[in-house]
């Protein structure tokens, strides 16, 4: 088989392993979208958060540290412990549906009613807070994250290996595949196939999509707004751990991860705000479109670092020929 | 509480299921209803009319929980109901359409529908997600209810039609139909014929009358167009600047003179 093929083969699939990450984090904004109409600029430093309060809940490490010893003169830094993998998943998911709790009770229960573009400066000021947050509770240095922590904590035996990556030998050729981002790309199935199921068939679904098409019709059928909105943020917030496991996983837990929220930006153009398979697809387009790009023109014709500037370029096109996205509703606005 | 009561016209209806009593809302300085009572009986056609600004959507939104009134009592099926959140006084058995309709447009009729039916929803959110077992059954159920609903209002046709392509007239027959999917104890109407041309008034008045008649639905709505309220309504309270001035059968109170006055006008000498 011939050997450019089949390396051109290998970036398209490393493209779409990426893609699936990308479209991790846009699932989280197309959801608080659907539900609420705020555009949550936070949502990359809620995965950030999740992946941070993960380890440091694995790793045993005392929340707050800094504060406490600056005040009591104390030096404490670890519990002395440390917590398998799955227990502090669980915490975490806690922890983030807190958060929800707090969100909606201090900050958009007061907005009610308030232009979108208030709505999205709030989450901008939230998005300072919690990485001020995630900093105060647990440092700000780098952290790897193994979802096998320590000897012992870890669910499969070895699995930490594994995950390193492996090449697959195919067609007389050895790919190399990242074995976490299949691990990453048979996860997200799972959760959107979940959300989906969630959002059609169940009650709380029916009644989120109730509240996002109409406030005052959802109160006269029995629904509890303050409620579906917890839920909302609850649930972005679940999807923000599950991106945040997988990017931190990748590439290390630090603060740079919140820019991948960027990323999410024109993966959102693409598929359009409001549709969960457009998260999924533009996702996937970026992320193909980037690795292929770089490899067929970037790299032999522009000199390279195509990747920083692709998404938005091509998000910039989308804009212009199909303001709404692939999948997204087309705002008609009688005049 | 007391029983059945027969009509100055020679209608029987049932017991007294809701009563207002000197309610009172304000809004800032300003008294949108002033120490208004009045009584709403099982199965009757109970009307508010009164002129523009009389606070006839107010006192509708004080029964939906919209609005949570100053002073005065609300009583649901013999006990007093505590000061509750519109979306609870829905949960309760009391269902309402809106003046400037609230639907879900994005939604098809039979989803719009469906809404209704939420109260109803009880099995866990696994079993929902996964369609299984009991969940399924309430599903086949719920769904029974909704498209008896749908036939009744004579909707068959735009079942699935996004409702945000429907004409107005059919707006207001979805949003009737997904207040009576709920089967509520008390169905609110606010202004149903706002809007309408006389045929559709026409199809209105004969749903409403048959809903009444079929599902022996108690029904409290609010219209300023006295013809239509005449023909349909048991009873008739009439508000005018948020008091009440008259309350009795249609033909007491065409006959009432401070009703007469707010109509048509009093010559001040």
Not at chain 2, 69 to 81: H, L
């Amino acid at each position: 088989m011939n050997e450019q093929l089949a390396y051109t083969i290998e970036v398209f699939a490393n493209g779409l392993m990426a893609g699936v990450l990308y479209a991790l984090v846009a699932l989280g904004f197309v959801l608080i979208y659907k539900a609420s109409g705020i555009f949550n600029f936070a949502q990359g430093v809620m995965a950030l958060f999740a992946a941070m309060t993960l380890v440091g809940i694995q790793n045993g490490q005392v929340p707050f540290a800094h504060l406490i010893n600056s005040i009591f003169g104390t030096d404490i830094h670890y519990f002395g412990w440390t917590v398998h993998s799955a227990f502090a998943i669980i915490l975490t998911v806690g922890v983030m549906v807190l958060l929800a709790v707090f969100v909606q009770r201090f900050v958009f229960r007061h907005l009610v009613g308030q232009e979108p573009i208030i709505l999205f400066m709030a989450t901008i000021g939230l998005a300072y807070f919690l990485e001020g947050m995630a900093d105060l509770m647990w440092g700000s240095d780098i952290k790897t994250l193994n979802v096998c922590a320590t000897e012992g904590a870890c669910l499969p035996q070895g699995m930490n290996v594994w995950l390193e990556g492996t090449t697959y030998e195919a067609l007389g050729y050895g790919f190399f595949i990242d074995n976490l981002d299949i691990v990453a790309s048979i996860v997200a199935a799972f959760l959107v196939i979940g959300l989906v199921m969630f959002a059609q068939y169940t009650k709380q679904g029916r009644a989120m999509r109730a509240v996002a098409d109409d406030h005052q019709a959802a109160l006269s059928v029995g629904v509890s707004l303050n409620f579906i909105w917890i839920l909302v943020w609850s649930l972005a917030g679940f999807v923000a751990l599950v991106a945040g496991i997988m990017w931190g996983a990748k590439s290390g837990v630090q603060f740079s991860l919140s820019l991948i929220a960027l990323k999410a930006l024109p993966v959102l153009m693409l598929g359009g705000f409001t549709s969960i398979p457009g998260a999924i697809v533009g996702g996937l387009i970026i992320g193909v479109g980037e690795k292929m790009f770089e490899f067929l023109i970037g790299a032999p014709f522009l000199g390279g670092a195509t990747e920083n500037w692709f998404a938005y370029m091509l998000a910039l096109v989308f804009l212009v020929f199909r303001p709404q996205g692939l999948f997204g509703e087309k705002i008609i606005e009688r005049v | 509480m007391s029983d059945s009561y027969v009509t100055a016209d020679g209608r029987t209806i049932g017991p007294v299921v809701m009563e207002m009593k000197n309610i009172t809302l304000r809004f800032g300085g300003v008294e949108a209803i002033k120490d208004i009572s009045f009584d709403i009986r099982e199965g009757e056609i109970r009307a508010i009319i009164g002129p523009n600004g009389a606070g006839k959507s107010s006192m509708l939104n004080v029964i939906s929980g919209f609005y949570v009134p100053q002073d005065g009592e609300v009583w649901y099926k013999g006990s007093r109901r505590p000061a509750m959140k519109p979306y609870q006084v829905a949960q309760q058995g009391i269902a309402r359409t809106f003046q400037n309709i609230a639907l879900f447009e994005g939604m098809s009729v039979l989803d719009n529908v469906m809404t209704g039916r939420l109260t109803h929803m009880k099995t866990g959110l696994f079993s929902q997600a996964l369609w299984k077992g009991k969940a399924e059954a309430e599903e086949v159920a719920n769904r029974e209810v909704a498209e008896k609903i749908i036939d009744f209002l004579e909707i068959q046709a735009i079942r699935k039609t996004p409702v945000s392509r429907l004409p107005y007239g059919l707006k207001k027959r979805v949003e009737l139909a997904r207040a009576l999917a709920a089967e509520p104890s008390i169905l609110l109407l606010d202004e149903p014929m706002a809007g309408m041309n006389v045929e559709e008034k026409e199809d209105m008045s004969r749903f409403i009358l048959d809903v009444n008649d079929e599902f022996g639905t108690t029904i409290a709505l609010i219209e300023h167009d006295m013809g239509v309220v005449m023909d349909l309504s048991d009873r008739v309270v009439v508000m005018d600047y948020g008091k009440k001035i008259g309350d009795g059968t249609p033909s007491e109170v065409r006959n009432n003179q401070a009703v007469i006055d707010a109509y048509l006008g009093v010559a001040h000498d």
